[in-house]
């Protein structure tokens, strides 16, 4: 079963911007944390930016200024704003429910997010 499902990712010259959006099947209004992570080639997995329950945000430093973190518990959606992206960006991008004490911590698929300089 697929708990969280990544869209919006695609091709776009540097400078450019793309919303990224994560569709949750479970109530996310009490998930400790969502986040939004990226894995480039021969890269580990890193973590890009994150939301807590009660709406703190934080963010990589490469991506402060430039990507902002939002949520909607009402349905289920959280996305990934990326502004001014850099071919540095350029990573599948991974949505993560986090909440250890439900046990869950779920991951999505990914989407491919390809920055041209």
């Known amino acids: 079963q697929e708990h969280l499902v990544e869209s919006g990712g695609g091709l776009v010259q540097a400078g450019g911007s793309l919303r990224l959006s994560c569709a949750a099947s479970?109530?996310?209004?009490?998930?400790?944390?969502m986040g939004w992570y990226r894995q480039a080639p021969g890269k580990q997995r890193e973590l890009v930016a994150a939301?807590?329950?009660?709406?703190?945000?934080n963010y990589v430093d490469s991506v402060k200024g430039r990507f902002t973190i939002s949520k909607d518990n009402a349905k289920n959606m959280v996305y990934l704003q990326m502004n001014s992206l850099k071919p540095e960006d350029t990573a599948v991008y991974y949505c993560?429910?986090?909440?250890?004490?439900?046990?869950?911590?779920?991951w999505g698929k990914g989407t491919l997010v390809t920055v041209s300089s």
């Open positions: 993560n429910a986090d909440s250890p004490y439900y046990g869950i911590h779920y």
């Open positions: 479970l109530s996310i209004f009490s998930i400790n944390t």
């Open positions: 939301i807590t329950s009660g709406g703190s945000t």
